[in-house]
Structure formats: structure tokens, C-alpha cells
């Protein structure tokens, strides 16, 4: 009869049965996994649907009070009814409104989506019919991926947009992952006919007679059917031409019954139409930048690299015709480095974690073996990635950096095992089948409560919980594949791997251990000393998370900054170009710039903006010796000093930009002032912000609700109409006609149509004088023209507010940018300068921003490590059944939690959510290693009534695979601790916090807490 329990032997001799077979599963499953991850898209944030829609809605030049009664509100009112909107916020200018609804986080994105496009389709027919609507739903991919400019020394913008929209967007648009082309700030040929307004008035003619007859020459309308010998033929009025000249043959009636041709009281030029934006980069004359969008599920780096192929083939065409398109910004440089630095640092960390197992087991093969481990685990989790719908990202690839250690800790565990075995003299088989059995059904248990340890994730909403979920997920996979491979190649790998016959040589690590063990036995005698260094370790946590500076996010160096211009309201676009270019001057001699991008009343993250605002995309040079934090401060100390007229200066990166943008955070730190009046709103907020600027740490604060061009308001008297036969639309008409023109027609040119605008000419003269005191206007009634002043009272305003709701209500917004990352101590400053500045008592305050997205993120994980710690306790309580066990292990993993705090603080970092990701791991690895000592004390309670000496054996048996799991864990984790390479930074707390933690955990796992449970059985005997 065999001296081993036969229970369980079978399944490993299975095993070690049918091990090329395991072999060949495992290594296809791998195989599998590499193929699936070519497939598999890239980014630096999750590809994830937010609960956001944003309704963007352009009506020309309409009046900021006319855009608010006509547009805003109707349209807001509509959409806050909608299902599951939590909030919703709106801006409102001139001729724009931009509104962000916000829906809870449970709601199906697509549906969100789809409520929102009904309730615009209902919204249409209660606003101006020529309003132009925009819905687009926040997603990493409404961002453009890349940025190109189409420039040339010779061609003129309207030509260059004309050549991209009709000829090169449908070849582009063909490219498969491809979105659309946004062209930003386009300009577009027109005809202008300009009427000589004297001739007008002597022909006593109406602006609206000559825009009616136009009008009349641009119809193509179906008239009928016509069937004759079996062919059927379209009936139709068309009276669309393809030759502009030929309108000025049009015959124009006059009052006294006669006619003249149009010709003979204007002029017909080829010019471009009135634009509201502006753009342009480095190196042309003229230039359109366009932005390149993917489809969502598009891989980033795949779409580009298709772009840029179809540019190399269409480059010597375009050469040609004197024309160059040119990569700007391209947002997978940072892709590519960020996931090949994270990478490698994963690399880099599996050799370290190799070199430490080399280290305790002395065995080359075995510690090769596991280096092979890694990349096979990695493989296989990639298939769950991929039906899972994650793509690779920081968070994802933290993920699996986060359980590099953890994977190797499964193969240790049971080959040291195995090996302890071997050493008592049986065969390698027996060794192996023995090893095996004993230890993987309590790494099961162990694996399974480290991974509940995540589940209460699922709480965590808003951005952090989409972000960690991905990183938990991978996580988890990684644990559960990596638990499999302990179970089934593992054991093979040790039959393979040991030597036939033991080793005779002593191992330094076995004395090692016999030194530790009597350590141990000496430090019993002292056991209550437990207490006070318990206590202490609490104090210290205590003070620490109180003292440790908090932030949201870490910073990191993109490469690339956003430079934010506000010029002072009423700033025409022609003077902003000039101002800008200035600023361009700025930027371009900053030696660590490679090239930038321009725009003018438009924006990155936004559609259309004011005149007087725009940005920079500032792309700097891969090989440079200052950072991005420092080319910030100096360009920002340039521009402030050259550019002493700036309303608002704002300088930040790409993707914290646009991270901002997604969440909806106007800014690092946004103070939020409510009140019902949006100019007092104003007034108080550029007070409020000449407070906060002298903050110490506070880089910037700018008024993000500012004011819009000065308006110059006109009001017919009441008796205009019976007098002169004047109502407000022939007044609107004349007016409009000569000082903006109204497009009234068109010409075909093939599929290209060519605006016909209608102006009167009017004298060089000063404008608003000329509108005061010489604009004439024609009576119907006199049947002549008039002046202005006798039919309607002029008025100036100088400034008028744009209007900024949130839930309906007014508010007005300022944007804080600090320096470092302790962003809780310059939150203190600001509500210690809002309680002491006197507001008045009708304005309400409330600080947001990222600010507002930590303080519930940092909450939410805070409940997240409770639960945890609570599902922990519960398992181990049914695991075990002994509550002086379970509260052991429990305040083990407290107690860790002081060297975290203690990392961070040695380092200089904050705390932010990814380090509060970092207990999380921490605590998982914690729980691994407490359950396998404490199953190891239980396992002999038949054999030895000696508590003491049990847990001593137990502990001395774990502490080689202890000091293994937590030296390899935490070196794994060394190169994104010290952030190498690019990206990195984004993770680099959550590193640091594993490190410390696990360092910690060696002392409190291998000393206090082995003096805590024999002190517990001293004053707590179990009888």
C-alpha cells in the first residue's frame, strides 16, 4: 500500500502523462494570443464611450440675447428632460452655443446617443430653421489622432480647402479605420455682386426687389412626367447657371414700370466668403489645418500609418500644383513610445524578478524557465483582452506590470514546494505529484480571495472606475491564467527541470532560514513588543495620508503643449491674426520646438469659438534637454511679457487637455460662481480672480465665461411702419446687405457650388459713423431712401457678457492651473480666499474640476478598500474558521498600508488614484502570502499541539517563497518606479506604492506579525 494519500495524485499523473500535449496547448493558446494582438488597438487612455454628448449649435453672427432666448434655452430645457441626464451645462455667444449633457454612468452609451439625436430632431422646429447642429459623443476618437496642414506659397486657402474637401477628403475617407477629415477653419470661393448703392437710390431701387429676382434664377424644381414612344422624361424648371457673368444680363424692374440690366448698377468679383476662423502652421504661405479622426474601434496607429502611406503616394502629384501636405501632430508618437516604454519596463522587471529567483533557488534552468513563463502568461491573457473589448493603454499594461510578480509568485510557490519535497529524499515524481498536491489547492484559495479583493471596483464610478476596471480586469485574467499555468505546466516544468537525484550541496538560503528561525524562537519571549509597533505603524499611516500631498493625476511630459489665447473681447479676427502671429514669432524660437499649428475662432476641442480666441498646438523636438513642464514656464513667461494685452494665457498638454474635455473639467482646479445675473456674475469672477492669482503654487487663473464683442443695437421707432412703410425685416435686409451680404444664390461647377453673396457698396469712411449719421434707407411708401436715424434709434454696448448655464442656471467659471501636485493644498488657499472675499450674499460658490473628480474618486476608493478589507475578512473566516487567524492576517494588511504612505512620502509623490490602485495590489499579494503561512500552520494541527513551534515551522517553510514573492513583485515594478521611458509617469505612483507597501510587508509578514499571533495565543488560548 503507497505511504501517499492517493487523493489527487491521479490528476497530476495525468498531467505528467500527457505533458506534450499540456505543452502544445498551452504554447498554441500562446500562439493564439500573439496573433490577437496585432488586432488589438492602441492608446494611451481606454477606447471607451463616455456619458456625455455634446450639441453644438453655430447661427452665424446672431446676438448673444437673441442665441440665448431663441436657441439656448429652448434647447436646454428639451434635452435636461431627457432619460438619465444628470446635468447638463451650456455656453452661449455670439452666433454659438455648445451644451454637455451629462447622463449617469449605467446608461448604454449608444442609447444616450440615440435619446439625444430625437430630442434634437424635435428641437429643430423650435429654433432658427438656418441653425446648423453638431451632436458628437465624448470618446477618445472625436479627437483627432493626428493633425495635418495642406500649405502652399502660391495657392490661395479658399483654393487649398476647395482641393482637400473635393478631391483629396473621398480619396482619405476610402482609407479604412478613417472617420472623417475635419477641416479647421476652411475658406471658400465666392462671387460677391456688389450694387453701387447711389445708382440704387437714384433708380429708387429695393435691396430685396433685386434678392428676390436673383433668388428666382437659382430654382431647379420638378414641373412633371412626360411619356412619349415608350420613354419617359423628367419635366423641370431649371434656372441654376453655370456661368456667374451671365446674371449680369438679368433684366431688373424698376417702380416706374421700365427695366435695366443688373449689370448696370453692379459689379460681379470673385472673392471668398466672410469667415469666422482661422488657421494655419510653420513653413507656407497659406495653409488648412485638418484634423484626422478614427472610427472608435480603429487602431490609432494602424489608421495613421494607412494615412501617411496614401500622403507618400500622392506627394509627387501634389508637388506638382505647387502643394504639400504635412503632419503637424501625430498623437501616436506618444502611443508608441508610452506602450513601448511600459513594455519594455515590464521586460526589464521580468529579468530582475528572474534574477531574484536565480538568487534564492540557485538553479539556472528553473529561473530560464520562468523567464519563459512571463510572456507565455501575457499571451494567453491577450485572448481575454480581446473578447473583452480592451485595447492595449497605460491601464492595461499596468495591469499586467502590476501582476508580473504575482505570475512568477504562482510558478515559485509550487516549484519551491516541489523541491522541499525532493529534498526529503523521494523521487523527483513523487516530488513533483506530492509538491503539487499540497500546495496548489491553497494557492487556489489564496488566488481566489486576492482576486475578491477587486470586486468592489465595480462601485467606482465616473472616469477612474472605466480606467481601473481595465486595469483590474487585466489584472485578474493575468491571475487566473497565471494560476492555471501553476496547476498545469508548472509541475511539468519541475519534472523536467529537477536533476534525478538531489543535491547534496547546502543551500545558504536553508541557513539562512535555520538563522531566522532562531531569531524568531528568541523574539517570542518578547511578543507583547507587537503592540506598540502596531500601534506606531497606525499613528504613522494616520499621520501620513494626512500630511501627504493629494492630486487626481500624476503629471507626465507628452512632448507636446496646448497654448490657450484669449485676446480682449470685440478683437477683429484680422487683428487676432496679427496678434497670433506675434505669438507664433514667440513660440518658433524656442529651440526645442519642432512646429506648431494655429487657430483662430476655433479650436481643438471645440467647434467654433469668438474672434478673439484660439490656440496653439506646439509639437517640441524628441531630442531635447528641458522637459515640457520648463518650455511651459518659459513660453509662458515670453508671452506675458510681448503680449502685454492678453485677456486669458492658458498652457497645458495635449492629452491632459483633452482628458479634460472628455470628463467635462474645465480645468485642474475650476471655481464655480452661481448666481442670476450674468453680469454681476462677471464683475465678481475678474475680481475673484485678481484675489487667487498671488496664490502661492497657482500658475494661472482665467475667466473661462468671458465677454464677446462690443454690439451696436438698432430699434425701429413705433411709427417707422406707418410713416415710411419700414418694418424691422426691410431694415434687417438693408443693413445686412451692406455690411455683411446675404448669399442668395449659387452656380454649379460640375458637383462644386460657388455662393453668389449681394452687397451694397458703401463709402471708406469711418463704418459706425457712416451708420449713424449717412446710411439711407428706402421707404416703400415715399418710394425713396431715407435716413436711418429718422426711422430708428442707434445704441452702443461695450460689453456683453457670454452666458455659461449649468442645470439652466448662470454661472461663471474660472480655471486654475497649479504647479506640482499638491493640488489639496492649493484647494485649502482658494476656500480660505473665496471665505474672506465678500461675494455677495445672492452668489454661491463650489470648487471643480479634477478637484471635484478626485474628492469622489478618492472617496469612492476609500469605500473600495473598506469592502475589500470586509470580503477579505469574511473569506478567511470561512476559510479558516478561527477569528484570531483571520484578524491576524486583517491587521497585516492594515499595517501595510503605513509603507505606501511612507513610499510616497521618501519620494516626494502624492497620493492620487493610482496609488490607492496600489494598496489594492498590495493588499492582494499580502493575502496570497498570509493565507499559505497560516494553511501551512493549520496543515499539522494533528501532529504537533505546540502552537508556537507550529507557526515558527510554518513560517520558517514560507519565508524563502515569501522573500521571493515580495523582492520579485516589488523590483518587478523598479523601472516604472523610476519611470523610464515615456508614458510611464502615468503609473509611476501606482509602482512606487506597490514597492513600499511590499518592502513593508516583508518586516510585518516575517516579524511583527508572527510575535502578534503567539502574543494573541498567550493571552487568547483556545482551549
Known amino acids: ?60 453672427y446672431t446676438p448673444i440675447q437673441q442665441m440665448l432666448f431663441s436657441v439656448t434655452k429652448p434647447s436646454e430645457e428639451a434635452l435636461k428632460t431627457i432619460q438619465d441626464v444628470e446635468k447638463i451645462v451650456s455656453s452661449t455667444s455670439i452666433g454659438s452655443t455648445n451644451i454637455s449633457i451629462y447622463f449617469n454612468w449605467n446608461i448604454d452609451p449608444y442609447l444616450a446617443y ?38 502652399s506659397n502660391s495657392i490661395s486657402r479658399a483654393k487649398l480647402s476647395e482641393k482637400l474637401y473635393y478631391e483629396l477628403k473621398p480619396v482619405f475617407l476610402s482609407i479604412p479605420g478613417i472617420y472623417d477629415i475635419e477641416m479647421k477653419a476652411p475658406e471658400w470661393s465666392e462671387y460677391k455682386l456688389l450694387l453701387d448703392t447711389k445708382k440704387m437710390h437714384g433708380y429708387n431701387l429695393d435691396v430685396q426687389t433685386v434678392i428676390d429676382q436673383l433668388k428666382a434664377q437659382n430654382i431647379i424644381e420638378f414641373l412633371g412626367l412626360i411619356e412619349d414612344y415608350h420613354r419617359q422624361y423628367v419635366l423641370s424648371l431649371y434656372q441654376k447657371s453655370d456661368d456667374a457673368s451671365k446674371l449680369l444680363n438679368l433684366d431688373i424692374a424698376l417702380p416706374n414700370g421700365h427695366a435695366i440690366k443688373l449689370s448696370d448698377i453692379s459689379l460681379l468679383v470673385e472673392r471668398t466668403a466672410p469667415i469666422k476662423a482661422f488657421s494655419a502652421t510653420t513653413g507656407f504661405k497659406n495653409s488648412v489645418v485638418f484634423n484626422l479622426l478614427r472610427q472608435p474601434n480603429a487602431n490609432a496607429i494602424d489608421v495613421v500609418n494607412a494615412f501617411n502611406a496614401k500622403l507618400k503616394e500622392l506627394a509627387p502629384k501634389l508637388k506638382k500644383e505647387g502643394i504639400e501636405i504635412r503632419s503637424t501632430y501625430d498623437g501616436t508618437d506618444f502611443i508608441k513610445e508610452a506602450i513601448h516604454s511600459v513594455r519594455d519596463a515590464i521586460i526589464l522587471g521580468g529579468i530582475i524578478a528572474v534574477l531574484i529567483v536565480f538568487f534564492f533557488l540557485r538553479k539556472v534552468t528553473l529561473s530560464l524557465v520562468s523567464l519563459l513563463i512571463i510572456p507565455i502568461t501575457f499571451l494567453i491573457t491577450m485572448i481575454g483582452m480581446k473578447l473583452a473589448g480592451i485595447d492595449f493603454n497605460i491601464f492595461s499594461l499596468g495591469g499586467m506590470a502590476a501582476a508580473l510578480g504575482s505570475l512568477i509568485d504562482h510558478m515559485i510557490i509550487v516549484i519551491e514546494n516541489i523541491e522541499r519535497h525532493f529534498k526529503q529524499g523521494v523521487s523527483k515524481k513523487d516530488a513533483v505529484i506530492e509538491g503539487s498536491k499540497e500546495i496548489l489547492p491553497i494557492m487556489t484559495v489564496a488566488t481566489l480571495l486576492a482576486i475578491l479583493i477587486f470586486l468592489p471596483l465595480l462601485l467606482v464610478s465616473g472616469i477612474v472606475g472605466l480606467f481601473f476596471k481595465q486595469l483590474a480586469f487585466v489584472l485578474v485574467v493575468t491571475y487566473i491564467i497565471s494560476q492555471l499555468i501553476a496547476v498545469f505546466l508548472t509541475p511539468i516544468i519541475a519534472f523536467i527541470a529537477l536533476p534525478d537525484k538531489k543535491d547534496e550541496k547546502t543551500n545558504i538560503m536553508d541557513a539562512m532560514v535555520l538563522k531566522y528561525k532562531t531569531f524568531l524562537n528568541r523574539s517570542v519571549h518578547y511578543a507583547w513588543i507587537s503592540i506598540p509597533m502596531i500601534l506606531s505603524g497606525f499613528g504613522l499611516s494616520f499621520y501620513l495620508y494626512k500630511t501627504t500631498p493629494s492630486t487626481f493625476l500624476p503629471k507626465w511630459d507628452e512632448g507636446n503643449i496646448v497654448v490657450d489665447i484669449v485676446l480682449p473681447p470685440g478683437t477683429s479676427l484680422t487683428q487676432s491674426q496679427k496678434e497670433f502671429t506675434a505669438i507664433s514669432n514667440i513660440i518658433e524660437n524656442i529651440p526645442e520646438v519642432d512646429q ?34 520648463e518650455i511651459i514656464e518659459d513660453l509662458r513667461k515670453q508671452i506675458e511679457a510681448e503680449v502685454p494685452n492678453l485677456e486669458e494665457l492658458g498652457l497645458s498638454q495635449v492629452l491632459e487637455d483633452r482628458l479634460g474635455d472628455i470628463m467635462g473639467a474645465d480645468a485642474p482646479i475650476a471655481v464655480m460662481l452661481f448666481s442670476s445675473d450674468p453680469d454681476e456674475l462677471m464683475q465678481q469672477g475678474y475680481r ?41 425685416k426691410s431694415v434687417a435686409t438693408q443693413i445686412r446687405s451692406l455690411y455683411y451680404g446675404k448669399s442668395v444664390a449659387s452656380v454649379a461647377q460640375g458637383e462644386k457650388l460657388i455662393n453668389i453673396r449681394v452687397l451694397m457698396s458703401r463709402t471708406d469712411r469711418d463704418p459706425i459713423d457712416y451708420l449713424q449719421k449717412e446710411l439711407f434707407i428706402y421707404s416703400p411708401l415715399l418710394k425713396k431712401s431715407i435716413p436711418l436715424f429718422k426711422v430708428a434709434d442707434i445704441s452702443y454696448q461695450n460689453r456683453v457678457a457670454e452666458v455659461t448655464h449649468f442645470n439652466l442656471s448662470p454661472v461663471c467659471i474660472l480655471g486654475i492651473r497649479f504647479m506640482g501636485n499638491n493640488m489639496s493644498s492649493i484647494v485649502h488657499s482658494i476656500q480660505q480666499v473665496l471665505a474672506q472675499a465678500n461675494l455677495p450674499s445672492n452668489i454661491t460658490t463650489d470648487i471643480s474640476g479634477f478637484y471635484k473628480e478626485q474628492q469622489k474618486s478618492f472617496k469612492e476608493m476609500t469605500y473600495v478598500i473598506i469592502f475589500a478589507i470586509l470580503i477579505i475578512f469574511t473569506g478567511l473566516l470561512l476559510h479558516f474558521s478561527d477569528i484570531r487567524i483571520a484578524f491576524n492576517i486583517l491587521t497585516a494588511m492594515l499595517l501595510t498600508l503605513s509603507g505606501i504612505f511612507l513610499a510616497l512620502k521618501l519620494t516626494g509623490k502624492p497620493l492620487d488614484i493610482t496609488a490607492f490602485m496600489g494598496m489594492l495590489i498590495v493588499l492582494s499579494i499580502v493575502i496570497n502570502n498570509n493565507v499559505l503561512i497560516y494553511d501551512f500552520y493549520k496543515m499539522h494541527t494533528d501532529k504537533d499541539n505546540d502552537e508556537m513551534k507550529r507557526l515558527i515551522d510554518a513560517i520558517g517553510v514560507r519565508v524563502r517563497p515569501i522573500l521571493m514573492t515580495m523582492l520579485s513583485n516589488a523590483f518587478a515594478m523598479l523601472p516604472i518606479a523610476l519611470a523610464i521611458g515615456s508614458g510611464t509617469e502615468v503609473i509611476q505612483n501606482l509602482a512606487i506604492a506597490i514597492m513600499g507597501g511590499l518592502f513593508f510587508a516583508i518586516i510585518v509578514n516575517l516579524y511583527v506579525m508572527p510575535l502578534f499571533f503567539i502574543f494573541s495565543i498567550k493571552i487568547l488560548p483556545i482551549k
Open 114 to 151: 440615440q435619446l439625444v439625436q430625437a430630442r434634437v430632431a424635435d428641437i429643430k422646429n423650435r429654433i432658427p430653421s438656418n441653425a446648423k447642429i453638431t451632436i458628437r459623443q465624448a470618446t477618445p476618437s472625436i479627437y483627432p489622432v493626428a493633425i495635418y496642414a495642406i500649405g
Open 1 to 60: 500500500m503507497s505511504k501517499y494519500n492517493t487523493k489527487g495524485r491521479e490528476f497530476f499523473l495525468y498531467i505528467l502523462k500527457n505533458k506534450l500535449a499540456i505543452l502544445l496547448i498551452i504554447f498554441l493558446l500562446a500562439g493564439v494570443g500573439y496573433r490577437l494582438s496585432y488586432s488589438i488597438p492602441k492608446g494611451v487612455f481606454p477606447n471607451l464611450f463616455f456619458p456625455r454628448i455634446e450639441v453644438s449649435i453655430d447661427n452665424g
Open 596 to 629: 506648431w499649428t494655429m487657430r483662430i475662432g476655433t479650436s481643438l476641442g471645440q467647434i467654433s469659438t469668438q474672434s478673439n480666441e484660439g490656440d496653439f498646438l506646439v509639437t517640441l523636438k524628441k531630442n531635447r534637454e528641458r522637459s515640457s513642464f
Open 688 to 728: 475673484l480672480k485678481e484675489l487667487l492669482k498671488p496664490l502661492k503654487g497657482v500658475e494661472e487663473v482665467n475667466i473661462l465665461t468671458s465677454y464677446a464683442s462690443p454690439s451696436i443695437n438698432i430699434r425701429l421707432k413705433p411709427d417707422s411702419k406707418a410713416i415710411y412703410g419700414i418694418d424691422e
